[in-house]
């Protein structure tokens, strides 16, 4: 696959995605308001939203595949703001889907664990999603809006964490950024995922494009969880102080979206068909330290030009999920 079409370019999967896969292959990385900018690759700004923006895109480029990572993943904000989360989540992937299909693109849709319930744990693909929330709602309408437009599609629900390119926390460099200044930080001890390294989902989603099957994966991490227990381990594996992680209950963390409390994925599909096993936890986490080592996070915040001062500061207690 010799060009490849990144949605969502400017996010926390999208850009490292970009970067991953700008070694090996011409890439096209897309965003919608935020302006890119990365050695080697086609920036595009566009709104995905209208349909002929997205066919019109996917026209001029042709690209042989594309991964839409292009999603409304702020939960609490879905909650509040359900037609924007519909629109972004269900019309965008179904228009971009459709585009695809149009030119014969391959084309792989990020979703997430957040389309079950998490009463069950140890989900596998052919469990019946229940959604609590309205992100999970809006996403799993993604998921079947792309299957009807796009019959070879692939699917992917997954958990995620990272450098982000963005002024702003994923859960991981929160928990750090809080242990470096000597902060103690919440970490639920009730709520268990399967976190995936994005650097590590990034190879994995091009391996699946260039050679899956169509239909849905589970792509987490092996490593079944608390986030308690990922903070602890992130904390260690960066030489800080792992108490400064303290038990905490959802019950308490005051959010408006609801969250399911075990939502651990399986993947035996995904290593099947890539022949190989998912990642464990302290893998993932110690390529995350590498990253940083090798100076991946400036070249992530190299991507936007125009990238503002983060907002956010070690002191602040709101866990960004």
């Known amino acids: ?18 970067l991953e896969a700008s070694a090996e292959h011409e890439v096209v990385a897309v965003s ?6 990365a050695p080697g690759v086609t920036t595009r700004q566009a709104d995905l939203t209208v ?5 019109a895109l996917i026209a001029e480029f042709a690209p042989e595949g ?3 990572c292009a999603a409304a993943t702020d939960i609490d904000r879905c909650e509040d703001e359900p037609d924007l989360a519909f629109r972004l989540n269900r019309d965008m992937a179904a228009n971009v889907a459709a585009a695809a299909f149009e030119r014969r693109a391959a084309f792989l849709l990020v979703s997430t664990d957040a389309v079950f319930d998490g009463e069950q744990g140890d989900y596998v693909e ?9 992100y999970g709602r809006s996403k799993l309408e993604g998921e079947r809006a792309v299957a009807a437009r796009h019959p070879q599609a692939i699917i992917v629900r997954t958990n995620i964490f990272g450098w982000n390119a963005q002024p702003k926390y994923g859960l991981a460099e929160w928990f750090l950024s809080r242990c470096e200044a000597g902060i103690r930080s919440p970490g639920w001890t009730d709520v268990r995922s399967t976190p995936i390294l994005v650097n590590d989902l990034a190879g994995i989603l091009l391996r699946l494009l260039a050679s899956g099957g169509p239909g849905v994966y589970h792509v987490g991490g092996s490593s079944c969880l608390s986030k308690h227990e990922f903070g602890r381990r992130l904390a260690a594996e960066f030489d800080l102080d792992p108490e400064l992680i303290v038990p905490a209950s959802l019950i308490s963390a005051g959010l408006r979206a609801p969250r399911g409390r075990n939502l651990c994925l ?4 995904a290593e099947r068909e890539l022949g190989l096993p998912l990642p464990t936890i302290a893998q993932g986490i110690a390529r995350f330290r590498r990253l940083r080592d090798l100076g991946t996070v400036d070249r992530l915040h190299s991507m936007l030009p125009d990238r503002a001062q983060s907002p956010w500061s070690a002191a602040q207690e709101e866990i960004p999920l």
């Open 1 to 18: 696959m010799s060009r490849l079409l990144v949605t969502g370019a400017s996010g926390l999967l999208g850009a490292n995605l970009v």
């Open 126 to 134: 052919d469990d019946d999603p229940t959604p609590l929330s309205v």
């Open 51 to 55: 349909q002929d923006e997205a066919r």
């Open 266 to 269: 399986r993947g035996a599909r």
């Open 66 to 68: 594309i991964v839409h």
């Open 32 to 37: 919608h308001r935020q302006r890119l900018a």
